[in-house]
């Protein structure tokens, strides 16, 4: 399968994979053949973030929030027919600057797709960089238009939840794992009264929960954060569909 190929598949499963929060519907879906052109381009119109496949990378405004965007980018992907280079920490600096530079809002997040190995080297430069984006969020207000659209909305979301990036091998996409029959339901429950009615219908303190990790692949899927719970809806023959819960650590 080329590159193309790859990034188109993972478009599609990437639009179903983040259709409960986000708004994808503005984001059309190419044939293999459409998807190689586009491949070609270097920027588009729908993103910020240029280089080879930079007209595939797309931005999505979250459902309550609009003012809230999540970006998708295929972070130094090469040419079609060529093998790609080795991504570096150095990616972090780059990406660091789009924040700094004002590509982005402070508040945005990013999920970074590569073809490359996700390295635990490299996995600790972006949780290194996580850290610096979220200090440097707790040290500011959140911009007023999220504020007033949490409002209206009467949907909250804590600092922690903005300003996260997540990076991700080409092939966690090229496949919905999430629909995958063995895979039980996974959701995320972020808000504090959603958190405290599970936590009393359970009788137990939130660290007393079972552990999801925040690099855990479902994890970086949902987007949780530290604190979050995620809720898994399993099902069996004898007593039909029950839930789990996991607390994100």
Not at 98 to 108: F, H, L, P, V
Not at 139 to 158: H, V
Not at 165 to 179: A, R, S
Not at 207 to 226: A, G, T, V
Request: glycine share 4%.
């Amino acid at each position: 399968m080329s590159c193309s190929q790859k990034v188109n598949r993972s478009r599609y499963n990437l639009k179903d994979i983040l259709s409960i929060e986000w708004d994808t519907s503005e984001i059309p879906d190419y044939s293999d053949q459409e998807m190689d052109k586009i491949y070609s381009l270097s920027s588009s119109n729908l993103s910020p973030f240029p280089g080879v496949a930079g007209a595939c990378n797309f931005s999505l405004k979250h459902k309550y929030i609009p003012s809230y965007k999540l970006h998708i980018i295929y972070y130094n992907f090469p040419e079609n027919g060529r093998l790609s280079s080795k991504v570096t920490k150095t990616a972090c600096d780059k990406l660091e600057d789009y924040y700094n530079g004002g590509s982005i809002n402070k508040e945005d997040s990013l999920f970074v797709i590569i073809n490359d190995v996700v390295s635990e080297s490299l996995e600790k430069s972006f949780e290194g960089l996580n850290i610096k984006l979220q200090n440097s969020l707790e040290n500011d207000e959140i911009s007023d238009d999220i504020q007033k659209e949490m409002k209206e909305n009467n949907y909250y979301l804590e600092k922690k939840h903005f300003s996260n990036i997540h990076l991700f091998n080409i092939d966690n996409f090229t496949n919905n794992i999430l629909k995958h029959r063995l895979v039980p339901k996974h959701e995320s429950v972020r808000g504090e009264k959603e958190i405290q009615e599970i936590l009393e219908k359970c009788n137990c303190h939130l660290n007393q929960l079972p552990i999801i990790l925040k690099n855990d692949i479902m994890s970086k899927m949902l987007r949780l954060s530290s604190g979050d719970i995620c809720k898994i809806t399993r099902s069996s023959d004898k007593c039909g569909e029950y839930p789990f819960y996991r607390v994100c650590k």
